[in-house]
């Protein structure tokens, strides 16, 4: 216990505590949304795509996460455009985006003269060097997704269930889509100095999952994200710091063996019953 | 009788491939029309260009009433039975129109509309419980009380039969009959023995429309609308047989 109180007077520390934090209010409510609707292999083509922001940002010299946030936004917008109006099947439309975006990050990585610094915390996370510039965006973010999810929560509930219903119904079903798809992308740039391209996608699904293990209902599967995710996650930031292995990859492990403990445990008492 | 809607030479599909042509169609107060058809004939194309979720190609369709005054009952198989959601909340999204910003109403009236329609349908006890847990009969009876919320004058159900025992279904066609007195039915059905019995006029969709004012119909008439069905009659279930020919229980004729 004393470790843990000295460890919360290192500033790197509380840091990576809130990044966590902050991670798990987003990644939950969105992942929540990105789960129900099944729109997972969508957000895993973003995900990569914006990799291609992050090697013009090192090319450009500008931050790569305004890059990766371009990059991602207009993948996200591409892969629609594709499958709507060039005719292209979604899955292949995802790929082609997916890979193109890699394929951008990878060259121009290679074109910026000299050593591109911290290219392996963009790709694996660290949530150890988390700066609080990115703290405070990532704290605008999770405000900004908890007003919009509240505000509009039935909203987005009929929409996600029903979109053709919910057009039938006069709801304004484009621009939420549009809207979502934003909040979609920021989500991820933003919280891929926490776990990483390779490993966000994790964050957007493993806790739902467990969440899905206890609830079947959209509000409460994003409360029991929220809350999965933060437990994970500080558990795994904790081991990942004692034990000095990478921290994104232990949180992930962390998260996937709670969704064990929690399936286990339910399926025990379903079958006592 | 109220005119609700109009179709002028419409013509409808996706992509480049015309599915419905030239069609056209009244419907008013009053009516209780059965849709049927081929798979693939264009019954749904149809309804959910009237819906507005399909842009026609040419052609007309004339709203005499608001979008949101009619109920739409869509194919169980379109729904992702595994969606988070409850029951109640289904129904309530019926009255989707008013769903913006409802977090911060209290929505008594609307909650009030969404229970004493799950009671109407006797399925009050299972307003909690997420969709995917449903029977098929439960779960038409969720989706028949949310094309209800909004007290539609025109309620158009896609094949609201499919994965509903036969017990159901009989009570599925009573109940329409009942709601019939208050507004206009357009039912899509693969059935048309059993349909016949309950509508009150039939409509042939196979590319072109071909309008029947009675609710019984000959093969030879089916014939000549160049409408090919596949008709299987069912032990208990009300039903009027085409025309009479030598009866099995269970049969299937191609024409």
């Keep these: 216990m004393n470790i843990l109180i000295e460890l919360f007077t290192y500033d790197f520390f509380v840091n990576a505590f809130l990044a966590s934090l902050l991670a798990a209010i987003s990644c939950g409510i969105i992942g929540t949304y990105i789960v129900s609707r099944r729109i997972v292999f969508i957000s895993g083509g973003i995900t990569h795509a914006s990799f291609g922001g992050i090697g013009m940002g090192y090319y ?14 207009l993948s996200g917008m591409g892969i629609q455009l594709f499958s709507s109006k060039g005719k292209v099947r979604e ?77 039938t119904s006069d709801l304004p079903v484009n621009l939420f889509n549009y809207l979502l798809m934003i909040l979609i992308s920021l989500t991820i740039v933003l919280n891929i100095r926490v776990v990483g391209i390779i490993l966000i996608l994790s964050l957007l699904t493993i806790p739902q999952a467990t969440a899905n293990v206890l609830t079947r209902e959209f509000g409460r599967m994003m409360v029991y994200s929220v809350g999965f995710a933060f437990l994970a996650s500080f558990i795994g930031l904790l081991i990942s710091y004692s034990a000095d292995i990478p921290s994104g990859a232990t949180i992930i492990f962390t998260q996937v063996l709670l969704f064990g403990l929690v399936k286990l445990i339910k399926m025990l008492s379903s079958s006592r019953k | 009788m109220k005119k609700l809607l109009e179709i002028k030479n419409l013509s409808a599909g996706y992509d480049d491939n015309v599915v419905l042509e030239n069609v056209s169609m009244e419907v008013y107060s009053g009516d209780f029309i059965g849709l049927i058809g081929p798979n693939g004939g264009g019954k749904t194309t149809l309804i959910k260009t009237i819906l507005g ?62 229970e004493s329609l799950l009671a109407e349908m006797g399925i009050s006890a299972i307003r909690n419980k997420p969709i995917g847990e449903l029977s098929g009969g439960q779960m038409q009876r969720v989706f028949l009380c949310r094309a209800l919320m909004n007290e ?86 009300p039903h009027t047989v085409l025309k009479l020919h030598d009866e099995h229980d269970h049969h299937e004729h191609t024409h």
């Excluded at chain 1, 450009?60 to 936004?73: D, E, T, Y």
């Excluded at chain 1, 121009?108 to 003269?113: A, E, I, K, Q, S």
Aim: net charge negative.
């Design chain 1, 60 to 73: 450009l010299g500008i931050n790569p996460l305004v890059g990766a946030g371009i990059f991602s936004i």
């Design chain 2, 152 to 237: 539609p004058e025109l309620l158009v159900l896609d094949e609201p039969s499919t994965y509903v025992d036969n017990n159901f279904e009989g009570e599925l066609y009573l109940k329409l009959k009942e709601l019939n007195e208050q507004m206009a039915i357009l039912l899509i059905s693969h059935d048309v023995g059993t349909i016949s019995f309950f509508v009150k006029t039939i409509a042939c969709v196979n590319r072109n429309l071909h309008y029947h004012p009675s609710n019984i119909i000959s093969e030879e008439q089916l014939a000549s609308y160049n409408c090919p069905l596949q008709i299987i009659t069912h032990g208990n279930i």
């Design chain 2, 53 to 114: 979720l399909i842009k026609p190609i040419s052609g007309e369709l004339i709203l005499h009433i608001s979008k949101t005054n009619i109920g739409y009952l869509p194919q169980v198989n379109q729904i992702d039975k595994r969606f988070p959601i409850t029951v109640i909340d289904v129904v309530r999204s019926g009255k989707a129109d008013s769903a913006l910003f409802s977090s911060f109403r209290k929505n008594t009236e609307e909650k009030e509309k969404a």
């Design chain 1, 91 to 167: 899955d292949s439309s995802i790929a082609i985006w997916w890979s193109l975006g890699m394929a951008i990050g990878i060259i121009f990585v290679y074109l910026t003269p000299g050593y591109a610094p911290n290219l392996m915390s963009y790709l694996f996370g660290s949530i150890l060097t988390v700066s609080t510039g990115e703290l405070w965006l990532m704290l605008a973010l999770a405000v900004i997704i908890i007003l919009f999810f509240t505000f509009f929560y039935r909203t987005i509930l009929y929409i996600s269930f029903d979109e053709d219903f919910a057009k």
